[in-house]
């Protein structure tokens, strides 16, 4: 089983912007669920967003109208786009694959080593 590698993550002022990469398993993203998952210290990890192989999308409440998640089958790559980061945001992003419309981590495998995102106040 391939694991997928995220990137993108850095350091950003509130207010900014950055948008994460994952690169996933060629053989089966195209018919793959996936979604992003952050952890921040001390915390539970928590969902952020999910993206359906036909393309349809959720965010959790906290993040909607700010992140944007996207899929690329041609690259078997999945982003998320952040916008007017908060400090709240800061986290270990990870992505995963699991069933669209389940939020619980323990649905879903294939977990990267994540990718750091730290906002600053």
């Known amino acids: 089983q391939v694991q997928p590698v995220e990137s993108g993550g850095g350091l950003v002022q509130t207010g900014g912007s950055l948008r994460l990469s994952c690169a996933a398993s060629?053989?089966?993203?195209?018919?793959?669920?996936m979604a992003w998952f952050r952890q921040a210290p001390g915390k539970e990890r928590e969902f952020v967003a999910a993206?359906?192989?036909?393309?349809?999308?959720e965010y959790a409440d906290t993040v909607k109208g700010r992140f944007s998640i996207s899929r690329d089958n041609a690259k078997s790559s999945l982003y998320l786009e952040m916008n007017n980061l908060k400090p709240d945001d800061t986290a270990i992003y990870y992505c995963?694959?699991?069933?669209?419309?389940?939020?619980?981590?323990?649905?879903?495998?294939?977990w990267g080593q994540g990718t750091q995102v730290t906002v600053s106040s």
């Open positions: 995963a694959r699991g069933p669209f419309g389940a939020r619980s981590q323990s649905y879903f495998d294939s």
């Open positions: 060629r053989r089966t993203f195209s018919v793959t669920n």
């Open positions: 993206i359906s192989v036909t393309g349809n999308t």
